[in-house]
Structures are given as structure tokens and as C-alpha cells.
């Protein structure tokens, strides 16, 4: 088929779906995209209530450029570099500032723990080149390709594969590379940026520090969802058509060529199709497939999330935007969510309180919570008695490290457990991130972008690769458009 005349249909709405469709409407395809929410989005959404507004998912922005260069310049919106990344505050009382800049960062670690400024700055300078090794191949490229991987310049890069140190933890070598196990559990818990457990996952993982201290945290100036409405606007100035509320309910497969989808009880004609929706719920619903599903199901899932969203009766000076308190036992904790499925009794606390950025989002002298624990993925454990036993973990964890009574400060609550995730977003078993990383080969294992026997089938999102999280999103539609864009100019 020629894909120059070829239209497209996009499944799914999420930021990796909209940032596709922008892309291919760019190179001139006619696009349209179907969401079974009513809303677009994905994973990033937002909830009001009681005159608060809250980021109902990802509260973490780096890699700007990943959107910026999908915009017209008079969509760009604005976002800070944040000067704090995040607050730390462990159990014996330490609380450690992580400042953006690495220097200050250096010193603040010195202060607190004794471990030298050298000692910080060489790990940073260390993830630095594992990034630099790693994401021309692992991250911006469709490496289930060999002509993509098979470049002289990533050819180069695998022969330093020693140098990234897959085949230790990352725990291992945040314990060489510190002796205060405080530090080690701050730069252990970057494994759970994509839901992995940092006893097992590969210590290349350590990238993401690089990330946030080096190319720098950020934060849209009216909140997350800022994101998600500017590619909206940025879509529909560019022809493409959206149909909410419009579940597609397979694709059309004849003689083995791919020839459109099914939706509300039509089949439309499409030349391309690209699915941003679970790999699972694609393979189990849209195209059945035993083989690839079994598969599939035998990759171990990364984490979910447990979230409250309290409206705070009164304002906190000590806490910033990003807060973590850290729990005593960090290697039970991680053994509770990957090996028992549950959650342990001290858990790590995250407080993200966007109305330290956005005044808006809360009223006058309040604030808004959401509070987040990492969780395993749902195969069905009584979350109704674990939600209840892991609030009180928290407000007893957060009252005594903060010298606060907050249960009279809670104005409303709302909680987002594994299933409602799953419910709301079509992630297998609530899954964040799709499968974990706990595996030194775990990013082979994801499910390519594309289908060597269904040409014009493309996949992106969280659970294919790249991977989870909102830049690995962004660059799995960069890699599709890549490929759709290399098809029609031959």
C-alpha cells in the first residue's frame, strides 16, 4: 500500500498516541485517533475537587525538548527548572535537599552524611557516560531492527557494553560506590522510575540520576496536565481527527494484511494503525494472540501504586514540590512489592504537592497532596484491608518525621489503588510501566515497535519499548514516525 495515501488510526490517546499522531500528521497522513476515555491523557490526568486541583499521575517532568519540538512555537508552554528536586527525609531524622545543581547537591551530601563532594560528582559523571552509551541505542532508537542497531557508531557503543554495568544491581553499585547506606538508598530509589526493584534491576539504571541532576527536573507552570492540553491543541491545528469514548474492538486482519479496525460495529479502512495501548489488553482484545500473550504474562510486571489525594487544611513551609521519606528496611520493602505482593509495613512515603509551583491548584493558605507508595501489581489481594493498613503506616510515618497530627488536617480524600488503575487505564494487573527492568535483559525483551508479518502495525507507549514514563513515551512515537517516514520515501 502506498503510504503516502495511506490514513492512519491511532489507538489510544495517551501521550505516546498524541505525540504520534502529531508526528505522522506532520509528514502529511491523514490521522485519527480512538480513546475509550472520554478524556485524552493516558496515565496523565487530573481531578478536581473542593477548589483543588491535582496531577493525577506523573508528577515528574524531564526532557522538555522530547515536547517542545512537537509544538508550534506559540503552543510551547512554560515550565521551571527546579532548584530542589526533592526533599529527602529518613528515618533517623536526616533531611537532605537534592538541589538541581550538582555542586550544591555535592556540598549538601558532604553536610549530611560526611561522603566527600568528589564521591557524588564522580557517580553523576559516571551515569553521565552510561547515558551517552545507552540512549542512542536502548532509548532513541528501534534497536529491533538491525539495520538501526547494527551502525558503526552503536557497534562502538556495544563494545563498551562493560561499561554499563548491566550485570550488577544497581544496588551493588550504588553500595561500592557509597558507604552510607542513606545515600545508598537515594540513589536506589531511581529504580522505581520504571517500577523495578533495585536489587535486581541492572545498575544502568543509574542513567536516570544523570536525568534529573544533569539535564535538569522541571515543572509546567499550570501542572502535568498542561502537557496533555498543549499536543491536543498542537494535534487538532494539525487536521487530526479525535473519537472519544470510542473504543475500537479489534483490528482487521485479511489474508494476513492488516486492513483497518472495527469500531462501533464498522470496519474502517487504514492503511497504518498504531496502538498505544497496553501490550497486553492489545493482544488479549484488538488482535487475540495465545502465543504472544502467554509470553506476555510470563514477563514479570513492574510496580503499581497505591495514591491518596488529600486536600490539605493548612500549608507545610518544610516540604517542597517532590518529598520522599524513606523507610528503615528499604531491601524488605522491595521484597514485599516483587516476591509476597504486598506492601510492607514501613513503606516509602512520596508527598507531591503541586500547589508549591501552581498557587492555583490549592485555596488559600491549603495544599494538595497526593500521596503515593509503590505497590505491587494487582493478582488480586484484598486492597480494601491494604488500603486501610497502609494509610495508617503513612500518617504514622509522616506525623512522626514532620511533628505533625495531619488526620485533623485532611479536608477530603481520594484513593487510586492497582485495580482502579487497571480499570482506568487498561495497564495489565495495574502495572505502571508495563514490565519491569529487573533483568540485565530485560529491555531486549520488550515488544518492538513494530510487526515484521503485519507491515503497517506500530506499537508505543509504556509497555513496548523503550519503555515507561513520559520521555521513553515520547520517544517510542518519535522512533514510529521514523520508521513510517523512512516506508513512504520508498
Known amino acids: 500500500m502506498n503510504q503516502k495515501r495511506s490514513k492512519v488510526a491511532v489507538i489510544g490517546a495517551g501521550i505516546g498516541g498524541l505525540a504520534t499522531a502529531i508526528r505522522l500528521a506532520r509528514l502529511g497522513i491523514p ?6 476515555a472520554a478524556y485524552p491523557g493516558g496515565k496523565i490526568r487530573e481531578f478536581r475537587q473542593a477548589g483543588f486541583r491535582f496531577d493525577k499521575g506523573p508528577s515528574l517532568f524531564t526532557l522538555p525538548d522530547l515536547v517542545d519540538e512537537l509544538l508550534d512555537d506559540d503552543l510551547k508552554f512554560d515550565y521551571r527548572k527546579l532548584e530542589v528536586i526533592t526533599q529527602y527525609f529518613f528515618e533517623d531524622g536526616t533531611q537532605l535537599t537534592a538541589f538541581a545543581d550538582v555542586d550544591r547537591f555535592a556540598e549538601e551530601v558532604e553536610q549530611k552524611t560526611g561522603i566527600p563532594v ?3 560528582l564522580d557517580y553523576l559523571k559516571q551515569a553521565e557516560r552510561i547515558y551517552q552509551l545507552t540512549a542512542p541505542v536502548f532509548i532513541f532508537n528501534a534497536f529491533h531492527r538491525l539495520q538501526k542497531l547494527l551502525t558503526w557508531d552503536n557497534l562502538k557503543r556495544l563494545l563498551q557494553f562493560f561499561r554499563l554495568k548491566a550485570f550488577s544491581t544497581l544496588h551493588q553499585i550504588n553500595v561500592k560506590a557509597f558507604p552510607d547506606s542513606r545515600l545508598v538508598q537515594l540513589f536506589d530509589r531511581y529504580a522505581t522510575y520504571n517500577g523495578s526493584n533495585p536489587y535486581r534491576t541492572p545498575g544502568t539504571l543509574s542513567v536516570i540520576s544523570h536525568l ?3 539535564l535538569g527536573a522541571y515543572f509546567p507552570k499550570q501542572g502535568m496536565y498542561q502537557i496533555v ?9 494539525l487536521g487530526v481527527q479525535f473519537h472519544f469514548s470510542t473504543p475500537v474492538s479489534q483490528l482487521v486482519v485479511r489474508s494476513g494484511q492488516l486492513t483497518g479496525i472495527r469500531v462501533n460495529g464498522l470496519e474502517r479502512n487504514f492503511g497504518l494503525v498504531v496502538s498505544d495501548i497496553d501490550i497486553h489488553q492489545f493482544y488479549s482484545k484488538l488482535l487475540p494472540d495465545k502465543r504472544r500473550l502467554e509470553k506476555i504474562k510470563r514477563t514479570e510486571p513492574s510496580s503499581s501504586a497505591l495514591i491518596f489525594y488529600w486536600g490539605m487544611k493548612k500549608r ?3 516540604l517542597d514540590l517532590h518529598n520522599i521519606f524513606f523507610s528503615k528496611n528499604y531491601k524488605d520493602e522491595f521484597a514485599c512489592l516483587f516476591e509476597t505482593k504486598t506492601i510492607s509495613n514501613d513503606p516509602t512515603v512520596y508527598v507531591f504537592i503541586s500547589s508549591k509551583e501552581v498557587k492555583t491548584d490549592a485555596p488559600s493558605g491549603m495544599e494538595n ?3 503515593m507508595v509503590n505497590a505491587p501489581a494487582n493478582v488480586g489481594q484484598d486492597w480494601t484491608s491494604l488500603k486501610t493498613e497502609v494509610r495508617q503506616s503513612i500518617l504514622t510515618k509522616l506525623n512522626r518525621l514532620l511533628d505533625e497530627q495531619l488526620e485533623a488536617h485532611i479536608l477530603f480524600e481520594e484513593v487510586l489503588d492497582p485495580v482502579k488503575i487497571e480499570d482506568q487505564t ?3 494487573q495495574g502495572a505502571m510501566y508495563g514490565p519491569s527492568s529487573n533483568s540485565p535483559f530485560a529491555a531486549f525483551n520488550r515488544h518492538a515497535n513494530f510487526r515484521r508479518d503485519l507491515p503497517g502495525l506500530y506499537f508505543v507507549g509504556g509497555s513496548v519499548h523503550p519503555g515507561g514514563g513520559i520521555p521513553l513515551c515520547l520517544s517510542s512515537a518519535k522512533i514510529v514516525a521514523e520508521m513510517v517516514e523512512e516506508k513512504m520515501k520508498r
Open 316 to 318: 507545610f513551609p518544610k
Open 229 to 237: 492540553d498543549s499536543l491536543m491543541e498542537q494535534a487538532m491545528r
Open 212 to 214: 534529573e541532576h544533569q
Open 118 to 120: 568528589s564521591g557524588v
Open 31 to 36: 490521522v485519527e485517533v480512538f480513546e475509550q
Open 426 to 428: 487498561g495497564s495489565f
Open 369 to 371: 497532596w497526593f500521596v
